[in-house]
């Protein structure tokens, strides 16, 4: 027979309500007497009923995270890092994929918001008045993007990119390519406005492009075509799409254009060339919104702003500016 609350508070020597707060509101319960009770629960294998802790305390213990496409390698050491500092604050996360659709997107807050306590949106391609209006139904914790008001998690891709265009710049090239991603995109303004800032660099944006290897293939010709001897693109994904078509057109990288990344994924680093690309701080990005989730549930929203540093990594997609063609 499974074991019951009312055998772990008899086995602890404390009151059926004093285990019930131990999972409810552990921060209720002196901590000594907290873990006596987690201990013997643990040992006799008691669970708590979610369900009816539920309809006591009007929490759910689930959240939410919503990202733009989880088929993405970006995405998944954010989603890992999540739930697994979630589980250690007794809470369960639910994961859905909108596939860069802000109509779906906003359907699935809709339909999480009757089930959880927060939800974290990642990348969310909604409007930010959209994000506002809904944040009437659910606490939000955003990552990515700023949204006045919100809890809000940045990995610094402003800083990022500037590190990225100095970078190329140290090598000798002068005209350097922005390769966007999808239009109105909030990491694509950052890159462009931290990419202006950079003295002595003739800047060409190119854009907007689908955030995938498609998106790179597809403006491999705008970039060949610019004459550009540089690019910063928006992330690896179409960093190593617009290396294979630019070597499609014989255009070698890093001989005759440097390529840069941003996200550091995984396929970049087996990628040939590997790629040069701005690391970003998925997993403590991940942790950090879930951190920001519990406390707005617990207090109710503030605008707290949490920035990551970003940084960059330097392998074989880039290299010295090609010499000048004789005139």
Known sequence: MAATIRDVAQASGVHVSTVSRTFSAPHLVNPETRNRVLAVAEDLGYRPNRAARALTTGRTHNLGLIVADI?????????????????????????????????VEEELIKALAKQVDGV??????????????????????????????????????????????????????????????PSGSWTSKRMREAAAAVDGV??????????????????????????????????????????????????????????????DIVAGRLNRPKLTTVAMPTAAAGRMAVDLLLQSVAEGGTATLATLATGLVVRESTGPAPEPAAS
């Open 71 to 103: 088929s993405n390698p970006f995405f998944p050491p954010l989603i890992k890092a999540a739930q697994a500092h979630a589980r250690t604050r007794d809470y369960h996360v639910f994961v859905a994929d909108t596939d860069e659709d802000p109509q």
């Open 202 to 263: 003739d800047l060409v944006f190119l854009g907007p492009n689908t955030p995938t290897e498609q998106g790179g293939l597809a403006a491999a010709a705008e970039v060949a075509a610019s004459g550009a001897t540089g690019v910063l693109a928006y992330n690896d994904l179409v960093a190593m799409g617009l290396i294979e078509g630019l070597h499609e057109r014989g255009v070698q990288v890093p001989g005759d254009v440097s390529v840069v990344g941003v996200d």
């Open 120 to 181: 974290l949106l990642c990348s969310p391609r909604l409007s930010n008045r959209a994000i506002e209006r809904l944040h009437a139904d659910v606490p939000f914790v955003v990552v990515n993007r700023e949204v006045k008001g919100m809890p809000t998690v940045l990995m610094d891709i402003g800083q990022g990119a500037r590190l990225a265009i100095e970078h190329l710049a140290g090598l000798g090239h002068r005209r350097v390519a922005l390769v966007s991603g």
